[in-house]
Every structure is written in structure tokens, then in C-alpha cells.
């Protein structure tokens, strides 16, 4: 899948949206931001602010809520999410990648067992994390 283009199941079968709402992907915005507070190895990449309230978690809630199949809130307030290109500003490495990829792992968890996401969902989610953090790296450790 990549990471640009709208989440789709493999045929055409209702989007992670359809299947699992709003406040799911809301709260991993949360939980993930969350993490990165915590993580002294990237917390300097981000901005001061990460409380569920900040602009920082809101772009995200507004991109995975677009990106998996929700309303295109995220665009239409920034335009298309030229993700990769956004992440050029930060020098994002391998041990940086795999520190934000563990805690959208955690944050997926604990969303998952929150709102009883069944695991093909789930599989779906983590796939999608796993590849598109790989594809934000733009810098060697
Ligand atoms: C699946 C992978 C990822 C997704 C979907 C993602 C998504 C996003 C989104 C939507 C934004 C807001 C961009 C904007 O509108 O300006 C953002 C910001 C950011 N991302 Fe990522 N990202 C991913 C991976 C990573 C990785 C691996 C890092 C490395 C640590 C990273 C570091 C950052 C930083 C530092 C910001 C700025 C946040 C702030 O405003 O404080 N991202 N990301």
C-alpha cells in the first residue's frame, strides 16, 4: 500500500473508517504523541506541544482519519499530504523510525483493546504504519 494513496480492504470491502470510526483513530493520535513526549531519543523533532488538544496531534487525527477511509479533513485544510515531502525538514534515520514505529505499535495496541478492533483491522493499521514510517526516512544514522 502506498502511503499516499486512500485505504482501501483488499477488494472493495467497507474502508478501516467504515469499520471502526472516529474516536479509534482520534485516540491513537493521543496515545501516539502521547509516547513521543516521553521518548527522549526524538522529542527535540517535535514541537513543544503534544497534549491531545495541540495542532501536532490534530494533523495527525485529521490525516489517518483521511488516509484510512474518513472525511477529508486533513486536505482540506492542508492541501494534498505530501507526506514524504513534510518529513523533510526533520532527519529521520532508522533508530529514529523504529523509536515512532514502536510507539504507533503501543498506541495501536491500546486503541485495539480500547474499541475491540478485530484483527484483520488491526493487521491492516500496523501494515500500513510499518511500511509508510520506512518510506519517511530521508537520512542515515
Ligand atoms: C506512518 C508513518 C508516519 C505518518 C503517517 C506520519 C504522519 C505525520 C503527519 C500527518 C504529520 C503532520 C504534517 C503536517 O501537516 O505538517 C507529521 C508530522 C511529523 N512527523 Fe510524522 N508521520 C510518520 C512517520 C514519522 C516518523 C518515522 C518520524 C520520525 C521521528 C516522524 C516525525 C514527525 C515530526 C517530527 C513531525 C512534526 C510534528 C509536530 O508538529 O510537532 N513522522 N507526521
Same mark, same amino acid.
Given at each position: 500500500?502506498?502511503?499516499?494513496t486512500p485505504?482501501?480492504?483488499p477488494?472493495?470491502g467497507?474502508t478501516v473508517?467504515e469499520?471502526?470510526?472516529?474516536?479509534?483513530? $482520534?485516540?491513537?493520535?493521543?496515545g501516539?504523541?502521547?509516547?513521543? $513526549?516521553?521518548?527522549?531519543?526524538?522529542? %527535540?523533532?517535535? %514541537?513543544?506541544?503534544?497534549?491531545p488538544?495541540?495542532? $501536532?496531534?490534530?494533523?495527525?487525527?485529521?490525516?489517518?482519519?483521511?488516509?484510512?477511509?474518513g472525511p477529508n479533513?486533513?486536505s482540506?485544510?492542508?492541501?494534498h499530504?505530501?507526506?514524504r515531502?513534510?518529513?523533510m525538514?526533520?532527519?529521520?534515520?532508522q533508530?529514529?523510525?523504529?523509536?515512532?514505529?514502536g510507539?504507533?505499535?503501543?498506541?495501536?495496541?491500546?486503541?485495539?483493546?480500547?474499541?475491540?478492533?478485530?484483527?484483520?483491522?488491526?493487521?491492516?493499521?500496523?501494515?500500513?504504519?510499518a511500511? $509508510?514510517?520506512?518510506?519517511m526516512?530521508?537520512? %542515515?544514522?
Amino acid at each position: 500500500m502506498h502511503p499516499i494513496t486512500p485505504s482501501q480492504s483488499p477488494s472493495s470491502g467497507p474502508t478501516v473508517y467504515e469499520r471502526i470510526g472516529a474516536a479509534p483513530l $482520534a485516540d491513537f493520535a493521543v496515545g501516539l504523541y502521547r509516547r513521543i $513526549a516521553e521518548d527522549a531519543s526524538i522529542r %527535540s523533532m517535535f %514541537s513543544d506541544d503534544l497534549s491531545p488538544g495541540s495542532a $501536532a496531534v490534530g494533523d495527525m487525527r485529521e490525516f489517518v482519519t483521511q488516509f484510512f477511509g474518513g472525511p477529508n479533513a486533513y486536505s482540506d485544510r492542508k492541501g494534498h499530504p505530501r507526506l514524504r515531502a513534510r518529513h523533510m525538514r526533520f532527519a529521520i534515520g532508522q533508530t529514529a523510525r523504529d523509536a515512532w514505529l514502536g510507539h504507533a505499535m503501543a498506541a495501536l495496541d491500546e486503541v485495539a483493546a480500547a474499541h475491540a478492533i478485530d484483527s484483520a483491522t488491526l493487521a491492516e493499521m500496523r501494515a500500513y504504519f510499518a511500511h $509508510a514510517s520506512a518510506f519517511m526516512i530521508n537520512h %542515515s544514522d
